[in-house]
């Protein structure tokens, strides 16, 4: 599943059942009343080990694997329960890396991708729908 927390608010997301099981489901968690509550689905394929970040109140989530490695991203709109498609990450196709926000940026990078684990990193500008790419994570690929 991919994970993301928006105020108080814990949001799961996508995930593999068993084998080639693969869901698009999202829930919301409530603490204070202890519920989960079913929401739009993601509209991108089915998939698991994909990454996630917040910014300003809304949650991101892409890339990630179902048959097959993925780089599409979404931004999921807690306020009317919505998706919308955004620029695709432009490092190759990947599962497993990190997904993070400093600074009003997401960062992502990392992961595992058809030819094996790799170390480029990336930062999404939500304000203009941009991803640059950073510098190099220092340690071993991952």
Do not use: H
Request: aromatic residues 16%; glycine residues 14%.
């Amino acid at each position: 599943s991919t994970p993301f927390v928006i105020n108080d608010t814990a949001y799961v997301c996508l995930g593999q059942i068993t084998g080639s099981n693969f869901i698009k489901d999202c829930y919301r968690y409530e603490q204070a009343s202890d519920t989960w509550t079913p929401l739009a689905s993601f509209p991108g394929t089915s998939r698991f080990s994909a990454m996630g970040f917040v910014i300003n109140g809304k949650g991101y989530v892409g890339c990630g694997k179902n048959s097959a490695q993925q780089n599409d991203f979404y931004e999921y709109n807690p306020g009317n329960n919505s998706w919308t498609q955004k620029a695709t990450f432009p490092g190759s196709t990947r599962q497993n890396g990190f997904g993070a926000t400093v600074g009003g940026y997401g960062y992502m990078g990392v992961g595992l991708t058809d030819l094996g684990c790799v170390k480029d990193a990336y930062r999404y500008d939500a304000g203009s729908n941009t991803w640059t790419q950073i510098a190099n994570f220092v340690g071993p690929k991952r």
